[in-house]
């Protein structure tokens, strides 16, 4: 995650608190999800940005994974997510958000 | 986890969904959103 995001996010967080927030994703490798994912739950693991060392705790959810999805609009959800979770293996995207939320990441 | 009611911090990707596709779909199931970025890792 960049740092001018980390920053915002650290600072919405403060100013807003947490409670019910969390994170939707939308990125297509495993990596870039596990980052984005880590960095708003444990820190930044880069130790490069304002989120160094803080842990938000909050949880991630990809937009594709299917108890998010079917919350979605249909006609929504046709337009905007369906060719990408034709072409993505979702179940790759999900398993690190997985293991976060259930404390093994 | 319903999106009803949850705030939600939306991380985008250009190469993946974006940040206004992914804003988009949480308003229609009830999420508010807080915070919206599209990354880019060109």
Known sequence: MDLDGQGEIKQLVERLGREGVVAILGAVTPEGVRMAAETLMHGDPSYAGPLAGVALGIPSYHILEPAIARQVDPALYERELALTASVVDIAQLVKPLEQLRAGRG | ?42
């Open chain 2, 1 to 42: 986890m319903e999106l009803r009611g949850k705030r939600a911090i939306v991380i985008g990707e250009r190469d993946g969904v974006s940040g206004a596709a992914i804003e988009a779909c949480l308003k229609s199931a009830g999420a508010e959103v807080l915070y919206v970025t599209t990354q880019c890792f060109v």
